[in-house]
């Protein structure tokens, strides 16, 4: 499935909620998500990862329907060609 394909589902179940919902509180529980994310990491709870994985991206998803930004678009201008710093594939900026 591609990353449209999910972002359209994400809207048929969700869009009339988020939208209700609004951005603001869409991404806050979008930032919560994240925390579970790394609270799951750091528990090596391996099945609460991918669990919790699923759902930041869910989030990220739902967020960029109600602000009205095409993920797919969006990553493809950004990193389509490379890094957006050196512009190779692979990296090779210097690490930090």
Do not use: H
Not at 19 to 24: A, D, L, N, V
Not at 38 to 58: H, I, M, P, Q, T
Not at 72 to 78: H, M, S
């Amino acid at each position: 499935m591609r990353l449209r394909d999910l972002q359209k589902l994400m809207a048929e179940i969700y869009l009339d909620r988020d939208s209700q919902r609004g951005p603001e509180k869409t991404l806050i529980w979008m930032l919560s998500e994240a925390g579970e994310v790394a609270d799951a990491f750091l528990k090596n709870d391996k099945k609460g990862l991918e669990y919790e994985v699923a759902d930041l991206l869910a989030w990220l998803l739902s967020f960029c329907n109600v602000v009205g930004i095409d993920l797919e678009d969006a990553i493809l201008a950004r990193y389509g060609s490379g890094c957006p710093a050196c512009g190779s594939k692979p990296c090779q900026c210097p690490m930090k």
